[in-house]
């Protein structure tokens, strides 16, 4: 019954293994000094490339601030009177996601925008993943054989192994 279990989990080890990985990432808007006063987020967010899948999680004194989302005109000028969205859910930590690939503009109201508290980005699509270099004549071939049987066969070994000091 133990080696079944093993057998199992082996399985599940390289199921997971096998799927490829997802690269979503949550930005901390303003790093550690969160979604506050005498921040520049022009700068935070400019060397930063946000894909679609990712999040923004904001950070603030919920007392004080906001965060809506606006259109570029008024976040140029700093109007938060007609927001396209307002993320604020009273609790000072929220995140939006970052489902459609496009310019997004998120301000904060009360007069904090007027200060500097306002960021816009540019979500884009997830680059692709990256393409397998040409295999040439000089270079080795990768076969099925190398890539999945030789480490299940490892595993199976490994798993033997132990089973076989379970019984032993």
């Not at 093993?6 to 969160?34: D, N, T």
Request: some cysteine; glycine content about 8%; aromatic content about 14%.
């Amino acid at each position: 019954m133990k080696f079944l279990g093993l057998l199992m989990a082996l399985f599940c080890a390289m199921i997971m293994v096998m799927i490829p990985q997802v690269s979503a990432k949550r930005y901390l808007v303003g790093s550690k000094m969160g979604w506050a006063s005498n921040v520049n987020y022009t700068v935070w967010a400019q060397d930063k490339h946000f894909y679609v899948g990712d999040w923004l999680f904001f950070v603030y004194d919920r007392n004080q601030n906001d965060v809506l989302e606006v259109n570029k005109t008024n976040y140029e000028s700093c109007d938060t009177e007609h927001p396209l969205a307002n993320w604020t859910t009273g609790a000072g930590r929220d995140v939006v996601p970052l489902n459609t690939t496009r310019h997004r503009y998120f301000v904060s109201g009360k007069g904090f925008c007027y200060g500097g508290m306002k960021v816009s980005i540019r979500v884009e699509k997830p680059p692709p993943p990256p393409k397998a270099a040409p295999v040439t004549s000089d270079a080795p071939r990768t076969s099925y054989r190398s890539q999945y049987v030789l480490p299940l066969a490892f595993a199976i070994g490994a798993v033997w192994d132990s089973f076989l000091r379970v019984l032993g």
